[in-house]
């Protein structure tokens, strides 16, 4: 599964950004997808995920009621809709899926991209 973010960029506090993330390949194999985010010094962190039927949708603490995660099925692409920006969600947002069986999923990642957020 090849996985490609987009979407990022430099925004005011209190502004939207849309990122999206498209899977290729061995689709059929993945059972959830999600958002991490890594800031510098920090260790990377989930944002979101949704589970492949859409069923299941969790979020971290900081971004809930501001950030959404969608996807599109038949396009395997999953969204990730972030409002009221923060200095604080500044970071590289990675694209994550978990794919293969139940019992040993392996992870596989996007190669990330930057979000900004100024005062």
């Known amino acids: 599964v090849h996985l490609v973010e987009s979407g990022g960029g430099l925004v005011q506090a209190g502004g939207s950004l849309r990122l999206s993330c498209a899977a290729s390949?061995?689709?059929?194999?993945?059972?959830?997808m999600g958002w991490y985010r890594q800031a510098p010094g920090k260790e990377r962190e989930i944002v979101a995920t949704i589970t492949t039927d859409g069923q299941y949708i969790n979020y971290a603490d900081s971004v809930k009621g501001r950030f959404t995660v969608s996807r599109d099925n038949a396009k395997y692409t999953i969204f990730l809709q972030m409002t009221r920006l923060k200095p604080e969600d500044t970071a590289v947002y990675y694209c994550n899926a978990f794919v293969g069986p139940m019992s040993s999923m392996m992870a596989r990642w996007g190669q990330g991209t930057q979000v900004t957020v100024s005062l």
């Open positions: 390949g061995s689709t059929f194999s993945i059972q959830v």
